[in-house]
C-alpha cells in the first residue's frame, strides 16, 4: 500500500488500531527539535543579544528564508513530492554534529546542524527537487550563525 495518506501518517501506538493525526506528528517533531537545539538556540540568542554584538541581525535571517520560500511557493506546490533516503544520511550527520557540539563544548557544531537538518527534513518529506527550489533559503540560514 503506497497511497500518500499511509506513507505521511506513522503507525498509532501499541495497542490502538489507526494512525496518528498528522497535527500530533508535526507537533512530536517540533518538540523533539527543540530539545535537540535547546542549547544551540540559547547561545544563538545569546550572541543576538549580547550587547555591541555584530550579530542582532541574526533574529530576521529566518524571516528572510521564510520569505524566499513564500516567494516560490507556487512553484513548489506544483512539484510532486518524492521523498530521498539521502536526508537520512543529511539528518545522521547534523546529529552527529549536535552530539560532537555537547561532547567538545563548541557550541558552532549544533549552530551549523540547524540549517542541515532544515535540508534534510526537507528532502526526507518533499524530496530533492523541492530542495533543489529551496537551495538559497537554506544556504541563507548560515548567515544567522556566528563565526
Known amino acids: 500500500m503506497t497511497d500518500e495518506a499511509s506513507t505521511l501518517n506513522p503507525p498509532g501506538p501499541p495497542g490502538r488500531s489507526g494512525t496518528?493525526?498528522?497535527?500530533?506528528f508535526w507537533c512530536a517533531l517540533?518538540?523533539?527539535?527543540?530539545?535537540?537545539?535547546?542549547?544551540?538556540?540559547?547561545?544563538?540568542?545569546a550572541n543576538f543579544t549580547r550587547s555591541g554584538s555584530y550579530y542582532t541581525h541574526g533574529f530576521i535571517i529566518p524571516f528572510v528564508s521564510g520569505y524566499f520560500v513564500w516567494r516560490d511557493r507556487k512553484a513548489?506546490?506544483?512539484?510532486?513530492?518524492?521523498?530521498?533516503?539521502?536526508?537520512?544520511?543529511?539528518l545522521a550527520g547534523a546529529f552527529l554534529l549536535v552530539l560532537l557540539s555537547?561532547?567538545?563544548?563548541?557550541?558552532?557544531?549544533?549552530?551549523?546542524?540547524?540549517?542541515?537538518?532544515?535540508?534534510?527534513?526537507?528532502l526526507a518529506f518533499l524530496g530533492p527537487r523541492h530542495a533543489g527550489l529551496l537551495w538559497f533559503p537554506l544556504l541563507f540560514l548560515f548567515f544567522m550563525i556566528p563565526v
Not at 496518528?20 to 500530533?24: S, V
Not at 513548489?76 to 543529511?90: I, K, M
Open 20 to 24: 496518528w493525526p498528522m497535527w500530533a
Open 30 to 45: 517540533a518538540a523533539l527539535l527543540c530539545v535537540v537545539f535547546r542549547e544551540a538556540m540559547m547561545d544563538l540568542y
Open 76 to 90: 513548489l506546490r506544483e512539484l510532486p513530492r518524492a521523498p530521498s533516503a539521502w536526508a537520512y544520511v543529511l
Open 102 to 122: 555537547d561532547l567538545l563544548g563548541f557550541r558552532i557544531f549544533s549552530e551549523l546542524a540547524i540549517p542541515l537538518t532544515a535540508a534534510g527534513l526537507i
